[in-house]
């Protein structure tokens, strides 16, 4: 099955207000930036996204979040955003903060079709008994908060029962892909690229190099093409386009 499709406005056409997204990458690396402008011109709102991060001001998801089209986010590090922050504090975003390797975990869970897991992260803290500021009011009292999650005894220990993630549609960037939809992924880019596509009811992967099915060996397949539905080929102006966070150099010694 040739799961190419034209473009990235051609990939995102049945994305609607109020979708649940999974976006892929971390920090700016290895993020679906054409598919994430691609939703930006098509203008839907409401959003409701879980991804490790929230891009930058002006790069990434902070384009759409700049837009106040994301209603919601489910991250774990939102610290290069100020935006994001202005938004959370002022009432106008919701966002739950988790554990970043039990959002990975939620998020293959999702995929893997489990339901839910117990894990030591977060217990004896706020993850576990709940009351972290989901959302404030506009005098900054706090609006929502999480709740309090089913903590289990095992061998002993205590563990916290988290909730596995699916969304509507999973975003995602690979380096290489086929038209039947598998994926390689380089280096640090295969962080939360794969664990979003499995979580997304509907795929879609944009990708460095489209080639033909069969030219990648079995073997150096990160994710199997039946979790994506949809890919797109980028251009190689924008298989380019990548940036980073924050630069930080020193002189050269002589």
């Not at 930058?56 to 384009?63: C, F, K």
Request: net charge negative; with cysteine; charged share 25%.
């Amino acid at each position: 099955m040739d799961k190419v499709v034209p473009s990235a406005a051609d990939a995102v056409a049945d994305i609607a207000d109020n979708a649940s997204l999974a976006v892929g990458g971390f920090g700016l690396c290895g993020i679906p930036s054409v598919l994430i402008q691609a939703l930006l011109a098509k203008g839907v709102t409401g959003l409701d996204v879980a991804s490790n991060n929230c891009g930058v001001d002006d790069w990434g998801l902070g384009l759409l979040l700049r837009e106040k089209r994301i209603a919601r986010m489910t991250s774990s590090y939102v610290g290069e955003n100020k935006e994001f922050a202005r938004q959370y504090l002022s009432g106008e975003l919701e966002v739950e903060l988790t554990p970043q390797g039990t959002l990975a975990e939620r998020l293959r869970a999702g995929g893997a079709g489990i339901p839910a897991f117990f894990t030591r992260t977060g217990v004896g803290t706020q993850v576990a008994d709940g009351g972290v500021p989901w959302r404030y009011d506009d005098a900054g009292n706090v609006a929502i908060a999480s709740p309090p999650k089913e903590v289990r005894e095992f061998d002993g220990l205590d563990y916290v029962l988290e909730h596995s993630i699916t969304t509507d549609f999973g975003l995602v960037r690979a380096w290489k892909g086929d038209r039947h939809g598998n994926l390689v992924f380089r280096d640090s880019a295969q962080n939360f690229n794969p664990l979003c596509a499995m979580a997304g009811r509907v795929s879609i992967a944009e990708v460095e190099e489209l080639v033909e099915p069969g030219e990648l060996a079995a073997g150096e397949i990160h994710l199997p093409g039946i979790f994506v539905q949809r890919v797109v080929a980028l251009t190689p102006e924008q298989a380019a386009e990548k940036r980073i966070e924050r630069r930080t150099v020193r002189t050269k010694e002589a």
